[in-house]
């Protein structure tokens, strides 16, 4: 953004971050739900992620919040740790390590993640969110918003969830407001003007109205199709500006010696730091615009985030791909959005949390079914399938293992494939051996690392006594002392043999005192 113009994305960046607003506000309070947390602390998290983060936070596009992926750790940490404001000191903790990981460059490690792992992710994710939005679309709200676990709390999976719902639990007039709502949506998508005021509407926002308004006229048309305050949003809502305050909690600081304090901040801090790198790398991949976002600053940005919010009773945070990505699909162009959707949840939750009572959670479903769409449109299978085998098997395991398992461990179970891939890539031939009558080449493609050593022994063993051998190491920029070793002992041993050897290239100079013969030019035919 240029500085000396400020506000000049606020077009583009003002609708977008409503939409991240109605987006955000199910998921703060279903995920402090699921994390056995006060509902409140979750819109703390959100406000907090926003404002705090998004203000710090180098990155144009991402959203940060609560995360699903730390309900299971934040409920063990609550049911195990003395008291919830033990829990918030650790969520203190666990915010300077972040802002320690970041000065120490520790966001480099994000760089290492195979591309074919991130575009799994960004896949799953909206597979997740098309499946696990379907009960909430239909007037079922037996799992929280916002979970990615296959395995859910009330004893279905995703997939029976869906079965269960379409047989026993349909509210009709939560089907008909979604279904509305979803045709709406994809309509919008093709009919939304190019020019005029009405371009910058947004879609989700229309929703949101259909939802309420509809949800009113089945009132008076037809009451046994109106949905029940139980699948509406619920905002806490306060008497006055003291009853509001009482929402807040604050850190026992008296806990800071209790070694499950530290343990929890030391597992929050690393889950937390990863789930956060691997969003902003994944964002990164669909902003259109191709911007890179400094990752050792998110990391300090997540951190002082996470200070924040525990100081005020808030969850952790951490950037949300489901957030980052409806931010995208938003259109936003720079990280005012994610400022001002913190502002959004703070104005709506003080001044008018009565009206976000009134909103369907069957409404809000069609928005994120919406937005999974999108993430995972069948052309990214196509793409990735004509990219050969391995970038295919990384994705379709990492779609696969996330959508089966939960979030992290299908990330980890995609890495660990892709590593594999990524290192049976570096096994193959890296050096090529050819030989003209007197005159012999062994040259590396690339640089030579440890598991190499096999092959470079293999090939010098392959030049017959009486040659001239030209080692060519001229497109290396690296080779690992095993292999100069092995180049060092086969020249020694090359004149009991009658060879003469020489070595090109500026890194046999760099890397290792290489054994120095007489220079020479071979050519081939």
Known sequence: MNPRAPFAYLKADLPASLVVALVALPLCLGIALASGAPLFSGL????????????????????????????????????????????????????????????????????????????????????????????????????????????????????????????????????????????????????????????????????????????????????????????????????????????????DFTAISNPAVWKVAGTLAIVASLESLLSVKAVDEIDPQRRTTDKNRELFAQGAGNIVSGMVGGIPVTSVIVRSSANVEAKAESKQSAILHGFWLLLSVLLIPTALNLIPLSALAAILIATGYKLAKPKLFVQRFRQGWTQFIPFIVTVLAILLTDLLVGILIGLIVGFVFVIGRNFRSAITFACDDDDCLIRARRNLYFIHKHELQRELGRVPDNRNLLIDLSSTSYVDLDNIDIINAFIKGAEYRGINVVVRGDIARRSAPLINAPKFEVSFT
Do not use: C
Request: no cysteine; proline share 7%.
């Open 44 to 251: 703390i998290a959100g406000i907090v992620g926003g404002i705090v983060v998004g203000a710090l936070s180098k990155s144009p596009l991402s959203v940060s919040g609560p995360a699903a992926g730390l309900t299971v750790i934040v409920l063990d940490a609550i049911q195990t740790l003395p008291s919830f404001e033990a829990f918030l000191l650790a969520v203190i903790l666990a915010g300077m390590l972040q802002l320690a990981f970041g000065l120490t460059r520790a966001g480099v490690l994000s760089e290492f993640v195979p591309s074919a792992v991130i575009t799994g992710m960004l896949t799953a994710i909206g597979i997740i969110l098309l499946l696990k939005q379907v009960p909430h679309a239909a007037g079922f709200d037996g799992d929280y918003e916002g979970s990615f676990e296959f395995y859910q709390a009330n004893g279905h999976n995703t997939f029976s969830a869906i079965t269960y719902t379409l047989k026993e639990s349909v509210l009709w007039g939560a089907l008909l407001i979604s279904s509305l709502s979803l045709a709406f949506l994809f309509w919008w998508d093709h009919a939304r003007p190019t020019t005029g005021p009405l371009r910058f509407l947004p879609g989700p926002l229309v929703v949101v109205l259909i939802g309420i308004v509809g949800n009113m006229l089945l009132g008076q048309v037809s009451p046994d199709l109106q949905i029940k305050p139980t699948h509406l949003v619920q905002v806490p809502v306060s008497d006055d500006l003291p009853h509001f305050l009482s929402f807040f909690s604050f850190p």
